[in-house]
């Protein structure tokens, strides 16, 4: 169990901006991490996330503003307390698997033998114990990136940051993934999730930043930004003639294999719709006003900005 402090939140970045000669990286960037909870922060490539979590990290200083862990202000001493996953792997390919593991949680502050036992456990989980012995560049990307990820969470840190870790998992893995994260959460770990996956940060996120051209241009509690939204989206799967698609309701289609997302302007009418769908033939069967995905806002304020 991860004991939480008084203050409420692990990691809190206030005016935080880096420039890499001419070009500002993150630009004014304000983010609030609640403790306890997942944060997905989100965003283009290019717009900033990396540096942003570098930054946190300690590995790279802000050019202004200021961040602080924990309550406290970020230094080497603070990242002690986070597990971090980052997006290129980082590991020594030549060493053997579990031996590599160890050494990790070592170096977080494991004894050998505590470290050993969790190294077991954690390789059993992800089925890699009968590779435990093998080198690390011989198994593969999807491999490597579990054992990646069990080196960022091993010696239990009180906030974990991960750094597109679905990355090379095939669906099985990236729901055990995606399960462990959910865990850690309910024992009190403060996860942030950056990754373009908007499936998993819609099923685990509490909370998200979106950054774009440095600067983030969306935050808050992600079903209250839904919310705001309104029902605005109508999932339609039909057979036959699409042909009620250019409806003047309709300012926006995102198609998919037997039907589409219909984005509906303000004011539009959902009944209007399946009027003229059926009329024009098609043989409709699923038809559902919601809220926006995550995916259509994401490329709404992305595009916009």
């Keep these: 169990m991860v004991t939480k402090g008084t203050f409420l939140d692990a990691i809190s970045l206030e005016n935080v901006t880096k420039s890499y000669d001419s070009v500002t990286a993150v630009d004014g ?13 989100l965003g283009p490539n290019g717009a900033g996330k990396t540096t942003t979590i570098r930054m946190v990290m300690n590995i790279l200083v802000p050019d ?39 050494f990790m949680a070592a170096l977080h502050g494991l004894t050998e033998q505590e470290a050993d036992r969790r190294a077991r456990e954690w390789l059993d989980r992800f089925e890699l114990g009968e590779w435990s012995e093998k080198r690390l560049n011989d198994l593969s990307k999807g491999m490597q990136q579990k054992v990646q990820f069990i080196t960022a969470v ?4 009180r906030i974990v940051i991960l750094d597109e870790p679905f990355s090379g998992l095939d669906p099985v893995n990236a729901a055990t ?7 850690m959460r309910e024992q009190g770990s403060t996860i942030v999730l950056s990754t373009h996956r ?29 919310r705001s939204y309104g029902k605005n989206t109508v999932q339609i799967a039909f057979t036959g003639s699409d042909g009620f698609q250019n409806h ?12 589409m997302e219909i984005k509906l302007k303000p004011g539009g009418d959902s009944q209007e ?3 003229a769908a059926v009329q024009s033939g098609a043989e409709i069967t699923r038809f559902e006003l919601l809220e ?10 992305t595009t916009r900005a």
């Design 29 to 41: 960037v304000n983010l609030q991490v609640r403790q306890g909870a997942i944060l997905g922060l």
């Design 273 to 275: 719709i399946l009027k």
């Design 248 to 259: 003047p309701s309709i300012i926006g289609i995102n198609r998919f294999a037997g039907g």
């Design 177 to 183: 993934v995606k399960d462990i994260m959910l865990e």
């Design 198 to 226: 908007m499936e998993q940060v819609e099923m685990m996120c509490d909370s998200i930043c979106l950054i774009n051209h440095g600067r983030n241009i969306l935050d808050g509690d992600l079903r209250a930004i839904k």
């Design 154 to 157: 091993i010696h239990r840190p």
């Design 64 to 102: 202004a503003g200021s961040i602080r862990v924990l309550g406290q202000p970020v230094s080497d001493k603070a990242r002690e307390s986070i597990g971090y996953l980052p997006e290129e792997r980082g590991l020594y390919p030549r060493m053997h698997v579990r031996a590599l593991i160890v």
């Design 292 to 301: 926006p995905s995550l995916n259509e806002i994401f490329i709404e304020k």
